[in-house]
């Protein structure tokens, strides 16, 4: 029998069947779940080196070249965009669409890990990350205000705490506004003057301002751990800190100069 006549000889059957079909669809309608973003995987692997103080040259010839030549071995690798910048390398590794984005990123970890010791000392641990939509912001939140210093200030301080204890709330960034920051600015001629460089201000900076731990020592039944916080809290510290001098007749150290006298702090 077919479906015309069944439909004129049973009438009510059809009519019910269709009935029944229009009411689980609508049901299964309400009850779709609706993503604004997805959980949809890209094989899109980013590779950000940092390198600081180096040229773009510099950074493309030491850094990017390197890792360039060791990941292009990698299968299912479809295309490779390199950004070399001052102080920074970027790679945009995209993949075939069939491969997961995490085996995408462990082959391209094994690969940087393979030529990381060819890299400078001074280079930072290269960053590996997945395109992960889910990561997205969600929401921005502007703040305005004459003074971008304490605007940024209150944002950490005070509002970003706060915004953290929301539920759901996976991770919060501070773009933008001005950070807190001590410049020294050297006077070239004093220091050559003097026989000193850049080097020379900025490594006694480095060995003064520390915060490292000591170790610990118990007494009794407590246990008790040591630091040394020779941090500094005071701009005045920065000015009286002083730099070793090198008498050129005995090759002795002498009494040092401060840094106040050789730049603006």
Sequence with gaps: MNLP???????????????????????SAFKLNVTLMPNVEFPYVTIKTLYPGASPDQVETLISKPLEDSISTINNL??????????????ICEFTMDVSADVAASDVREKVSSVRGQLPD??????????????????YIGFSGPDLQSVY?????NIKPI???????????????????????VIPDKLRFYGLTLLDVSNR??????????????????????????EFTDVSRISLLEIPLMDQRTSQTRKGLSIGTSAFV
Excluded: M
Excluded at 82 to 91: A, F, P, Y
Excluded at 153 to 157: G, L, N, R, S, V
């Design 163 to 185: 915004l953290q204890t929301v539920k759901g709330v996976g991770n919060i960034n501070i773009v933008g506004g001005l950070k807190r920051e001590i410049r020294v600015d």
């Design 78 to 91: 479809k295309n490779i965009q390199t950004v070399s910048s001052e102080g920074v390398s970027i790679i």
């Design 205 to 230: 900076l480095k060995s003064e301002n520390i915060n490292l731990p000591v170790g610990h020592f118990s007494s009794g039944d407590l246990e008790v751990s040591g630091r040394i916080d020779a």
């Design 122 to 139: 001074d280079v930072k641990e290269p960053e590996i990350l997945k395109l992960d939509v889910n990561a997205i912001p969600v929401l």
């Design 5 to 27: 006549r069944l439909a004129i000889n049973k009438p009510i059957f059809i009519s019910v069947f269709f009935l029944a079909l229009a009411v689980i669809g609508t049901y």
């Design 153 to 157: 200030q209150q944002a950490k301080d």
